[in-house]
Structure formats: structure tokens, C-alpha cells
């Protein structure tokens, strides 16, 4: 079955402890790009990637860092989370990056900075 | 990268046809208007992909006049289990895609 996977879906932490979200798919996509939603915000890109070992900043990038080191895997990483960065996180994928191409989402992660 | 503008919220009631209409003023020549679709703690899902005319699948259509600065999405006949959040998407910018903040869409029995 074609999917975008991300785990853990559900995460509890606390301020300055480093995480990783891990985000993989299963379609052969080049584009890979991590969201996060805020009540009242809607969707908001993080980081994006083109393809392999190439990443680039979306609207919100601050505090995250991104690689992508195989086409399948894109992991979001946190090095020092802040209580700011409570939200929900979406990766999705879609072939290329391009007017008709779709991105097919992950079933998201909620995480919790105390 | 054309702006959007969406309805914040929609009250609806079953069986009723709803449209819920997009403005993107700038839309470029080849941008196309995609929709998506959020339930709660879901990550949004596509529904119709269109550039001009009108565009219908299984589960909605897409009309869109000739001057293409607005789309209207039709979800005919709804049921509760259409709640849900709904995004309309015109072009992207550099690689970057521009979701705002959606519609909301209240179906009450």
C-alpha cells in the first residue's frame, strides 16, 4: 500500500532533550516536505527536499533541522525543543515539486514540549 | 505565489449541496487550483485537481470561470462525515506550497 509513515505519532518531552520524528515513504517520491498546524494557523511548511541530500527552508524553519540521505526516509529533528514547538506535524510527499503534482500526507505526530 | 481566499467557517445541513469558493486574484498562467481535505488530527488528502472549466470526480466538482481569479468546489449531497477543513491551493513558489488556513465545514444532521 502506498503511504507516508511517521513516527512516533504521539510524543511527550520537555525543553532542551533533542528528538527525532521520523517520516518514510513508500512511493518512489522525490519531494519530501514537513508541516506543522496550529489552531488558527493552518498548514505551515518547515523544511522541504527536492531530492536526495538536497533541503531548503519553508516559512518556519527555526529550531528544526531536516536531512534527507536516503529518498524514502526525510526525519525531522529537533535539536533543543522549546515549549513554542507544541504543535502537530505532517510530512508529506508527492513526486516532484510541480502545479499538478499531489502530496500525499502522514497521519501526523503530536508533540508536547513541557 | 497567487494568495488565497477562503470562507473561515460553513454551517451545512445533510443532503444539501455545499460550495465553498476560493478567490486567487493572482493566479498565474500555469497555476492550477488544487483542493485538499483535513479531517481532525488527519493530514489533509487531495480532492480535485483543476485548471479551467469544470473538473468532476467521484467525489466533488471544480468550477472555475474564464478569468480564473476564483474557484467554487461543489461537494454535492453532504453527509456528516464531511466535516472537515478544506484548503484550496493555487501554484507554489520556489518548491514552497502555501496551505493558509482552510475553511471549515460544519455538516449538522
Known amino acids: 500500500e502506498a503511504q507516508v509513515t511517521q513516527n512516533p505519532r504521539y510524543l511527550i518531552t520537555v525543553t532542551g532533550k533533542k528528538l527525532t520524528v521520523t517520516c518514510s515513504q513508500n512511493m518512489n517520491h522525490e519531494y519530501m516536505s514537513w508541516y506543522r498546524q496550529d489552531p488558527g494557523l493552518g498548514l505551515r511548511q518547515i523544511y522541504y527536499s527536492m531530492n536526495v541530500e538536497v533541503t531548503d527552508k519553508g516559512d518556519v524553519p527555526e529550531g528544526y533541522k531536516v536531512s534527507r540521505k536516503e529518498k524514502r526516509n526525510f526525519p525531522l529533528i529537533l535539536e533543543s525543543p522549546s515549549p513554542n514547538q507544541t504543535s502537530l506535524y505532517f510530512c508529506?510527499?508527492?513526486?516532484?515539486?510541480?502545479?499538478?503534482?499531489?502530496?500525499?500526507f502522514g497521519p501526523g505526530t503530536r508533540l508536547t514540549v513541557l | 505565489l497567487a494568495k488565497t481566499t477562503q470562507p473561515i467557517s460553513m454551517d451545512s445541513y445533510e443532503g444539501q449541496e455545499v460550495n465553498i469558493t476560493c478567490s486567487h486574484n493572482?493566479?498565474?498562467?500555469?497555476?492550477?487550483i488544487t483542493w485538499y481535505q483535513q479531517f481532525p488530527s488527519q493530514g489533509p488528502r487531495f480532492i480535485i485537481q483543476?485548471?479551467?472549466t469544470k473538473v468532476t470526480n467521484e467525489v466533488a466538482s471544480l468550477f472555475i470561470p474564464a478569468d480564473r481569479k476564483s474557484s467554487t468546489l461543489s461537494l454535492p449531497r453532504v453527509s456528516l462525515s464531511d466535516t472537515a477543513v478544506y484548503y484550496c491551493?493555487?501554484?507554489?513558489?520556489?518548491?514552497?506550497?502555501?496551505f493558509g488556513s482552510g475553511t471549515k465545514l460544519n455538516v449538522k444532521p
Open positions: 508529506a510527499s508527492s513526486l516532484m515539486v510541480g502545479n499538478t503534482d499531489t502530496q500525499y
Open positions: 491551493l493555487v501554484g507554489y513558489n520556489f518548491n514552497k506550497f502555501y
Open positions: 483543476g485548471y479551467k
Open positions: 493572482n493566479i498565474a498562467t500555469n497555476d492550477y
